[in-house]
Each structure stands twice: as structure tokens, then as C-alpha cells.
């Protein structure tokens, strides 16, 4: 190579995922409810019509990479601005850029704007009416839900579009190509991988493949060639560059322990139950796993006796993202203990099964009462139905008895509390809502 040839030594010097990205859709890994053959994303992009959409999704899921297929695709321009570092001077030059070229050229302009979650209203506001009247193409990525963390004026304008964390089958494909590949990967290195220590990469990556590519990669580098010059990559080496031993149990024993963890937070064992909790964890489990396991147990369990168990036990879930491992299993801990004292009930779980299997079962001509269906638009007719139905608040104790659901179902009973914790003053509340009557 050249000596004054920087472009290898900038390629070379790039971290293995950013190296190996995929440059069309046929390379592109995962995702395949959006970027099928047929899908409504890839036609956009094969015929250059791509509307304003958000990409949202956990990180290493391939968001940066499809925003640079359709940059690499795209006959415009393209615009890329990090919503961290970009301000309203920055996205206004953008936008007077993306004018120009449409006026001198014809040609549209895309804007990449990454971690758009990021964005506060001013700056939202300044890229508004650009979305609008079509001046730029707006492609944002986010890691949070763009409905609860963007300004509704522009998720309203965008499709958004749903990343899925990679399964493990798509990141060992990935891996074991990126070992071979000499231009891109670490083919250079002649190393190889024990499939125990890719297994071992592709299930701790919870399905981020950048977070793979980055253990793989250290693995690589850091270990010595053997006598023969060859590099091979073992369990040992594949725990060490991801930081997170195998599991210490096999495959039957790892869910034979999450289902002892959920029926012992079930029969309010707390002692049990901390005790899977922490066998699975010391193992090599997911601290989040069990986390995600708690939050389900604490609705579908306690339900109602004690409508807070969910509230602690998500409050538990996010303190462990944000702190991480070891220090975040102290509130982990403390939300197990929670869950497994409170009262049980499955009324509500209950309520939800069967109403879902007469909201796919139950076919009803009537529909909605009449007195409680939109009157916005409606005719004479339907503004004199409406003209029925009793407001609440205008009856003591806020509460008058109507008919809400369909005819066919107006008998239904979905919930039914049980006497014991919260449910107790449920029940008393129905009660004397029925001395209202």
C-alpha cells in the first residue's frame, strides 16, 4: 500500500461492525418483517419513493445500517445530523440545502438524524414545515419509543418502523462470516472460533450485533497464535471479551430454574424465589430476563390485590438498565421480595383471557350501544341516540347504571375480584354503586 494511502488506515482503523456493514439489502442481517422481498419498505426503496419514517429499535439491531443502504440506494442527496450534537442553526442549513437542491436540481434531499429521540420541541418545530412540504425526506433512529418520546407533530408525519433484536441464528452467521471475510472481517488473522464460543457471542449479545462484533473482535486480537500460528478463539476467550460467563447448567436445567423462579414468586416463597432469581443470574443468565419474568408475574399473580407490585417491579426493571450488573440486583432483590409477599389474584389476568376470547369469537351486528358511539360526524338519527347516554358525573358519586357493552354480551362478567388484598375495597365500591341503583 501506498505510504501516503490514508484510506486504508482509515479502513482498517474502523471497529469490525462498523467494517462490516452491510452496503445493499441482500447483505443486510435481521429485520426480515420489514426488509422482506415484497415488504413495503423495500419496494419504497428499490423505486426511490421512500416517504419520512423512523427507524425505532434497540441498539445494534441494523437502524444506522438500512439509513445508509437507502443513502447508498437513494438518486438525492443525504443529510446526516446526530440529534445530540445538532442544533436548530444546524437543521435549518440542512433544510435550506435540501431547498436548493430541489429547486436548482429536482433532486430530493434525505436527512439521517440519529438518536432523533433527542430532539426538543425548537428544534422539532424548525424541521416541521420542511417535512410537511416535502423539502427533505426525514429519516429518524431512535432507541426509545418515538410515541412517548418524540413530538407527536412529527411521528404523526412519519411511518415508524419496528426493529426487532436479532435472534441468535442471525448474529452466529454474521460472526462466522466476519472470521472469513479478508477485506472487511478478520480473515488476516487465519483465526478461528470454537462453536461454543460463538454460541456463547450470539446468545450474550441479546440480540445487539454491534455488541457481538465487538467481542469477537477482542477475542481476536488478544489472544496468542498457538505454536502452529493459528488463532482460535475457545469458550474461555469468547466469556472474557464479552464479559459474561456460559451458563454454568444446560439448556433443560436453565428453564427448569425459570419456571422454579416464577412458581415460587407464585406461592409467595420469597426466600425460593431470590434464590432461582440468583442461581439463574450467578449462572449466566440475563439479570434482564428475570427482571422481564418479574414484571409479568407481578400483573399476572397479584394483579389487582396490590395494583403497586407492578409498579415496583418495573421500577425495578429500569433501575437494573440503567445500573447494570452488580449493583442494580439490590432493587431487583427488593422487587422480588415485593411481588412474593404481596396478596395473589388472577381475577384480572383472568378477565383478560376471557375477554379476548370474546372479543375473537363473538360476532355482534349491533356493535356499540348506540347512545355511547362517536356523534362527531353522525346523522340526525345517530345525534339523537347520543342524546341517551348518561354522563357520570352528573349522578352521585359519579357512577349511574347504563348498558356498556354489546347487546350479545351484555351479561358478561369478565372480572370478578377476589376478597383478599386491594380486591376487598373493589368489591366494596361495587357494592355501593349497587345501593345507587
Given at each position: 500500500?501506498?505510504?501516503?494511502?490514508?484510506?486504508?488506515?482509515?479502513?482498517?482503523?474502523?471497529?469490525?461492525?462498523?467494517?462490516?456493514?452491510a452496503?445493499?439489502?441482500?447483505?443486510?442481517?435481521?429485520?426480515?418483517?420489514?426488509?422482506?422481498?415484497g415488504?413495503?419498505?423495500?419496494?419504497?426503496?428499490?423505486?426511490d419513493?421512500?416517504?419520512?419514517?423512523?427507524?425505532?429499535?434497540?441498539?445494534?439491531?441494523?437502524k444506522?445500517t438500512?439509513?445508509?443502504?437507502?443513502?447508498?440506494?437513494?438518486?438525492?442527496?443525504?443529510?446526516?445530523?446526530?440529534?445530540?450534537?445538532?442544533?436548530?442553526?444546524?437543521?435549518?442549513?440542512?433544510?435550506?440545502?435540501?431547498?436548493?437542491?430541489?429547486?436548482?436540481?429536482?433532486?430530493?434531499?434525505?436527512?439521517?438524524?440519529?438518536?432523533?429521540?433527542?430532539?426538543?420541541?425548537?428544534?422539532?418545530?424548525?424541521?416541521?414545515?420542511?417535512?410537511?412540504?416535502?423539502?427533505?425526506?426525514?429519516?429518524?433512529?431512535?432507541?426509545?419509543?418515538?410515541?412517548?418520546?418524540?413530538?407527536?407533530?412529527?411521528?404523526?408525519?412519519?411511518?415508524?418502523?419496528?426493529?426487532?433484536?436479532?435472534?441468535?441464528e442471525d448474529?452466529?452467521?454474521?460472526?462466522?462470516?466476519?472470521?472469513?471475510?479478508?477485506?472487511?472481517?478478520?480473515?488476516?488473522?487465519?483465526?478461528?472460533?470454537?462453536?461454543?464460543?460463538?454460541?456463547?457471542?450470539?446468545?450474550?449479545?441479546?440480540?445487539?450485533?454491534?455488541?457481538?462484533?465487538?467481542?469477537?473482535?477482542?477475542?481476536?486480537?488478544?489472544?496468542?497464535?498457538?505454536?502452529?500460528?493459528?488463532?482460535?478463539?475457545?469458550?474461555?476467550?469468547?466469556?472474557?471479551?464479552?464479559?459474561?460467563?456460559?451458563?454454568?447448567?444446560?439448556?433443560?436445567?436453565?428453564?427448569?430454574?425459570?419456571?422454579?423462579?416464577?412458581?415460587?414468586?407464585?406461592?409467595?416463597?420469597?426466600?425460593?424465589?431470590?434464590y432461582?432469581?440468583?442461581?439463574?443470574?450467578e449462572?449466566?443468565?440475563?439479570?434482564?430476563?428475570?427482571?422481564?419474568?418479574?414484571?409479568?408475574?407481578?400483573?399476572?399473580?397479584v394483579?389487582?390485590?396490590?395494583?403497586q407490585?407492578?409498579?415496583?417491579?418495573?421500577?425495578?426493571?429500569?433501575?437494573?438498565?440503567?445500573?447494570g450488573?452488580?449493583?442494580?440486583?439490590?432493587?431487583?432483590?427488593?422487587?422480588?421480595?415485593?411481588?412474593?409477599?404481596?396478596?395473589k389474584?388472577?381475577?384480572?389476568?383472568?378477565?383478560?383471557?376471557?375477554?379476548?376470547?370474546?372479543?375473537?369469537?363473538?360476532?355482534?351486528?349491533?356493535?356499540?350501544p348506540?347512545?355511547?358511539?362517536?356523534?362527531?360526524?353522525?346523522?340526525?338519527?345517530?345525534?339523537?341516540?347520543?342524546?341517551?347516554?348518561k354522563?357520570?358525573?352528573?349522578?352521585?358519586?359519579?357512577?349511574?347504571?347504563?348498558?356498556?357493552?354489546?347487546?350479545?354480551?351484555?351479561?358478561?362478567?369478565?372480572?370478578?375480584?377476589?376478597?383478599?388484598?386491594?380486591?376487598?375495597?373493589?368489591?366494596?365500591?361495587?357494592?355501593?354503586?349497587?345501593?345507587?341503583?
Open positions: 500500500m501506498d505510504l501516503f494511502d490514508l484510506n486504508g488506515n482509515e479502513e482498517s482503523a474502523k471497529p469490525l461492525a462498523e467494517r462490516m456493514r452496503n445493499n439489502l441482500n447483505e443486510f442481517i435481521g429485520q426480515r418483517h420489514i426488509v422482506a422481498e415488504s413495503l419498505l423495500r419496494r419504497a426503496i428499490a423505486s419513493r421512500l416517504g419520512s419514517c423512523i427507524f425505532w429499535g434497540p441498539p445494534g439491531t441494523g444506522t438500512l439509513a445508509n443502504i437507502i443513502a447508498a440506494t437513494t438518486h438525492g442527496d443525504f443529510i446526516k445530523l446526530n440529534a445530540v450534537q445538532a442544533g436548530v442553526a444546524d437543521v435549518k442549513k440542512a433544510v435550506e440545502t435540501a431547498r436548493n437542491n430541489l429547486k436548482m436540481y429536482g433532486r430530493r434531499t434525505y436527512l439521517m438524524l440519529d438518536e432523533c429521540h433527542r430532539f426538543n420541541k425548537t428544534q422539532s418545530d424548525s424541521l416541521l414545515p420542511a417535512i410537511e412540504q416535502g423539502t427533505i425526506i426525514f429519516i429518524g433512529s431512535t432507541t426509545e419509543n418515538p410515541y412517548s418520546s418524540m413530538t407527536p407533530a412529527i411521528v404523526s408525519r412519519c411511518r415508524v418502523f419496528e426493529f426487532k433484536r436479532l435472534s441468535e448474529i452466529r452467521g454474521a460472526l462466522n462470516k466476519a472470521l472469513k471475510d479478508k477485506r472487511k472481517g478478520l480473515g488476516a488473522y487465519a483465526a478461528e472460533a470454537e462453536d461454543e464460543a460463538i454460541e456463547h457471542i450470539a446468545r450474550m449479545a441479546g440480540g445487539d450485533l454491534r455488541s457481538a462484533y465487538n467481542a469477537l473482535e477482542l477475542a481476536v486480537i488478544t489472544t496468542p497464535p498457538q505454536a502452529d500460528g493459528r488463532i482460535v478463539i475457545t469458550l474461555k476467550d469468547a466469556e472474557q471479551s464479552i464479559q459474561r460467563k456460559a451458563l454454568s447448567y444446560s439448556e433443560d436445567e436453565y428453564y427448569d430454574y425459570l419456571s422454579a423462579f416464577c412458581k415460587s414468586l407464585r406461592g409467595s416463597d420469597s426466600n425460593a424465589a431470590l432461582y432469581a440468583m442461581r439463574l443470574i449462572g449466566g443468565c440475563d439479570p434482564m430476563t428475570v427482571a422481564r419474568r418479574l414484571v409479568i408475574h407481578s400483573a399476572e399473580d394483579g389487582m390485590a396490590d395494583p407490585a407492578m409498579v415496583v417491579a418495573t421500577s425495578a426493571m429500569y433501575a437494573l438498565e440503567k445500573t450488573y452488580p449493583e442494580g440486583l439490590i432493587p431487583l432483590s427488593n422487587a422480588i421480595v415485593y411481588v412474593c409477599e404481596a396478596p389474584s388472577n381475577a384480572a389476568c383472568a378477565a383478560y383471557h376471557a375477554a379476548m376470547e370474546d372479543a375473537r369469537t363473538v360476532r355482534d351486528d349491533d356493535g356499540v348506540p347512545y355511547l358511539k362517536d356523534n362527531t360526524f353522525g346523522d340526525a338519527a345517530t345525534k339523537a341516540q347520543s342524546k341517551k347516554y354522563y357520570p358525573h352528573d349522578y352521585a358519586n359519579g357512577y349511574v347504571e347504563q348498558q356498556y357493552l354489546p347487546e350479545k354480551l351484555k351479561d358478561r362478567v369478565y372480572y370478578v375480584p377476589k376478597d383478599i388484598g386491594f380486591e376487598r375495597e373493589v368489591i366494596k365500591i361495587r357494592s355501593d354503586k349497587g345501593k345507587l341503583k
